[in-house]
């Protein structure tokens, strides 16, 4: 009789000794939720208002972005910097870099000039190509 005790004993204490997974999978599948609703959010940078274009241009892969406020703020890599700074900040960026190729994410409200200025800027600072980002617009 007491061996039969025994043995329901050893029986009770391994089924309690084994992890529940299912708490873990829920949690692991809430945060994956989580990730994915608020990951897109993290990549827009900078609020700028765009311009519109009906063209649409693949972007390079390696790209250094400026952008440009209303206000004319300067930004490059979502790093505040003055006019006067850009040039030694792009030629920094692209020390050592096979292509050099910038992107002005710019304000439709910053005037042409303003704009100007920080394209002649990134091009004595050696990028070869620079491009302007502009929000696609379909055709009617």
Do not use: C, Q, W
């Amino acid at each position: 009789m007491a061996l039969k005790f025994e043995r329901e004993r050893v029986k009770l204490e391994s089924a309690l000794s084994e992890i529940n997974m299912i708490p873990l999978i829920d949690i692991m599948l809430v945060l994956l939720i989580i990730f994915m609703i608020t990951a897109p959010m993290m990549h827009s940078g900078i609020e700028v208002n765009l311009p519109r274009a009906e063209t649409r241009t693949s972007p390079a892969e390696e790209r250094m972005i400026i952008t440009i406020t209303k206000d004319r703020k300067i930004y490059i890599e979502n790093n505040p910097v003055t006019l006067e700074n850009v040039e030694d900040m792009l030629r920094e960026y692209f020390y050592g870099k096979e292509r050099k190729v910038a992107f002005i994410k710019g304000d439709k409200n910053v005037p042409y000039g303003f704009v100007i200025l920080v394209i002649d800027r990134a091009k004595k600072a050696g990028a070869e190509n620079v491009g302007l980002i502009v929000e696609y617009e379909e055709r009617k």
